[in-house]
């Protein structure tokens, strides 16, 4: 048996019977009811129980009464029901008030009714109110089980699991954080006394009572459900449906919670870098947190990204845009190596990726373009405009200028590649005041071998020229951008160097080539499809 005081009280015959005093007990468990026939039954107490009497054993000791009431409460009884008219008339006022004073339910049975005709009441309420229980239990369970068969992401799963289990939920990640609040309470209040026992149990916290649990997996404790019940007590049959809930979390949690998790604190991440380039959080604060987090993100070589898209100048579509490209990085196949943190900010999208010099040079521009190369044309064509690789966390806000540099200058120089980097343009800041004229003229004296052929064949050994000094006199990285055999890209760049009077192994010639084409982009003379980082749109 488990109900109120209150609600034994609801069931007739009981409804005939009168709280005299201890009213604020009512809320008490009733786990069982016994009738008292022996002086010392008070050692025989269970937590829980009720107990019925004519007050025979004590009619001629009124006194020892509220002692009596003292002993029940102590052995964590449920109330005392008197039924008046043969032994007593009425209740000793000490009687009344000890009860009063312990907030122990003091009740007086109805008199035409028999102890076996409410206990009987009792016993059947309580059979309905189970096997209701138990029907509601079974179809939520059937309800689980059919949500279980289904996909969807990770807070459909949480907020179908609220609705069929009829409370709020709130679940909580391995380290803390709080992934999901389907409560009215703030955060912190979910997770006071961090960290807990990998243990199911019920607790009482600033957000109410709740029944939690762990989430495991090969047991490891990987988060916690909490589930916040309404009434005063929890039943075992509804623990177990509890456990099954959590159980449909946790097994789902294998497959999506963790990235749901990962990205929760990725995008508070985010919101830090913000802070610190925008609002002034001091890198202090921001690597606390990040070492709080276990994220080791600026501990190893990074490279900052800015990513803008042209288009609308209504602030709100532009930011739609901008959260949809954040979403197309985060998903993207090609940059999850690369571990990526990502910022909506004013002047665009700051993502910042880890780029271990392992990885290869360039790998991360290539992963870039080939996400932006999906970008639906009609939305305006995105730019990621990159640092140069950082060693130290300290070096994140000179990142973050180099990318805002690197923007800068593509726009100021029509740069319309698809990938930038500060790197490739750095020489064209230091050229920004150079007279146009001067340009052309430095141009056609570096150039001018070629003016004499015909211009498809012009475009076709300036196209080869520009992508073997940007992938650094490598003939392999060239022949492979420009699809060509290796011997091919050999022979045209030996017919260049005897066209344009140069030496490809001298870096004064390198150079002076490098400004040329440099100078083209900057006339809109160059093929822009390589320009900046080489990659093809």
């Known amino acids: 048996m488990h109900m109120t005081v209150e609600q034994a009280l609801s069931v007739y015959p009981l409804t005939e019977a009168r709280l005299v005093a201890g009213a604020a007990g009512k809320n008490r468990i009733v786990k069982s009811v016994n009738i008292m026939d022996a002086p010392d039954i008070t050692d025989w107490i269970k937590e829980g129980e009720m107990i019925f009497t004519t007050a025979y054993l004590f009619r001629d000791r009124p006194d ?44 007086e049975l109805p008199y035409p009714f028999t102890f076996s005709d409410q206990m009987n009441a009792l016993f059947r309420e309580e059979l309905r109110r189970s096997t209701i229980e138990l029907q509601t239990v079974l179809d939520k369970q059937v309800r689980l089980m059919r949500f279980a068969l289904q996909s ?80 005063p007590m929890l039943s075992p049959i509804e623990e177990n449906l509890y456990l099954q809930a959590a159980e449909l979390i946790g097994f789902h949690k294998d497959f999506k919670i963790e990235d749901f998790v990962e990205w929760t604190v990725r995008r508070d991440v985010g919101l830090l870098v913000k802070r610190h380039l925008k609002h ?20 190893r070589p990074y490279r900052c990204v800015l990513t803008d898209i042209p288009g609308p100048a209504i602030a709100s579509m532009r930011a739609e845009r901008l959260q949809q490209l954040k979403r197309e990085m985060q998903h993207h196949a090609g940059l999850e190596p690369y571990d990526g943190v990502h910022v909506v900010l004013e002047e665009g999208l700051l993502s910042v990726f880890r780029d271990n010099p392992e990885n290869g040079d360039g790998r991360l ?3 870039l373009a080939d996400c932006l190369a999906g970008w639906p044309t009609s939305q305006g064509k995105p730019r990621a405009c990159c640092s140069t690789r950082k060693q130290h966390a300290a070096e994140l806000r000179a990142a973050f200028e180099e990318c805002l540099e690197a923007q800068r200058t593509a726009d100021t120089w029509e740069i319309a590649a698809p990938v930038v980097c500060y790197e490739t343009i750095d020489l064209a800041v230091l050229f920004e005041q150079v007279d146009a004229n001067r340009m052309r003229a430095f141009c056609s004296r570096m150039l001018g071998g070629l003016k004499s052929k015909d211009a498809e064949y012009t475009a076709e050994m300036l196209r080869t020229l520009e992508t073997y000094l940007e992938c650094d006199g490598q003939l392999g990285e060239t022949a492979k951008r420009l699809y060509i055999h290796r011997n091919t890209a050999a022979y045209r760049i030996e017919k260049l160097s005897e066209m344009l009077d140069v030496d490809f192994k001298k870096t004064d010639d390198l150079l002076r080539l490098k400004l040329a084409f440099l100078f083209r982009r900057r006339l809109g003379l160059g093929d822009r499809r390589t320009a900046g980082t080489g990659a093809q749109r």
Not at 73 to 86: E, F, M, N, Q, V
Not at 186 to 205: C, F, G, M
């Open 280 to 299: 002034g959080l001091s890198l202090e604060k921001l690597m606390e947190n990040l070492d709080r987090w276990e994220i080791d993100l600026l501990g």
């Open 64 to 107: 020892e009464a509220a002692e009596l009431l003292r002993q029940l409460d102590r052995r964590g009884s449920a109330g005392l029901g008197i039924k008046l008219g043969r032994f007593w008339d009425a209740f000793p006022e000490e009687m009344i008030a000890t009860a009063d004073d312990l907030g122990f339910p003091l009740i």
């Open 152 to 231: 969807g992401h990770i807070r459909q799963l949480f907020e179908s699991v609220m609705e069929v289990i009829g409370c709020p939920i709130a679940v909580i990640g391995s380290r803390g954080q709080v992934v999901f609040n389907g409560t009215n309470r703030a955060d912190s209040e979910l997770v006071e006394l961090w960290p807990w026992k990998p243990v199911a149990r019920r607790v009482r916290t600033a957000a109410g009572q709740a029944f939690r649990v762990p989430l495991m997996k090969q047991s490891q404790c990987t988060g916690f459900a909490l589930f916040f019940y309404p009434g």
């Open 365 to 367: 521009e290539t992963a």
